[in-house]
C-alpha cells in the first residue's frame, strides 16, 4: 500500500485546512486509517484514526472538537479537516494504514510522506 498525503500549508491561528490521504495497492476499505503529527524536537503523536467502514472515529484529546476524519472508500482517500488551528498544531501530518485501528503508531504497517502544515499566531 502506498500513501500519499496532501493539503498542507502555512495558515493563520483560527484557521482551516484539509488534509487529504489518498492510498493505492490495496485494498482500502480493509485497512483503519490513523493521522499522526510529529513537531520539531517532538514525538510523533496521534491524532486521529477512522476504521475500514468509517462507523469508528477516535481523536486525542488536543484536537477533539476541531478536527474530523472522514474517508471515502470509492475514492482510496481518507481527509482530515483541521479547524479552529492553533499555533501548537504546527507539524508534520503523516497518515498511515493498518489492519486494526488503534492509537499506537506500531498499528499502523503503512505510512505517507507527511505533509506540512504551519501555523501562525
Known amino acids: 500500500v502506498q500513501l500519499q498525503a496532501s493539503g498542507g500549508g502555512l495558515v493563520q491561528a483560527g484557521g482551516s485546512l484539509r488534509l487529504s490521504c489518498a492510498a493505492s495497492?490495496?485494498?482500502?476499505?480493509?485497512?483503519?486509517m490513523g493521522w499522526f503529527r510529529q513537531a520539531p524536537g517532538k514525538e510523533r503523536e496521534f491524532v486521529s484514526a477512522?476504521?475500514?467502514?468509517?462507523?469508528?472515529?477516535y481523536y486525542a484529546d488536543s484536537v477533539k472538537g476541531r478536527f474530523t476524519i472522514s474517508r471515502d472508500n470509492a475514492k482510496n482517500t481518507v481527509y482530515l479537516q483541521v479547524s479552529s488551528l492553533k499555533p501548537e498544531d504546527t507539524a508534520v501530518y503523516y497518515c498511515?494504514?493498518?489492519?486494526?485501528?488503534?492509537?499506537?503508531?506500531?498499528?499502523?504497517?503503512?505510512w505517507g510522506q507527511g505533509t506540512q502544515v504551519t501555523v501562525s499566531s
Open positions: 477512522i476504521s475500514g467502514s468509517g462507523g469508528t472515529t
Open positions: 498511515a494504514a493498518g489492519p486494526l485501528l488503534g492509537t499506537l503508531p506500531r498499528t499502523y504497517k503503512y
Open positions: 495497492g490495496g485494498t482500502f476499505g480493509n485497512y483503519a
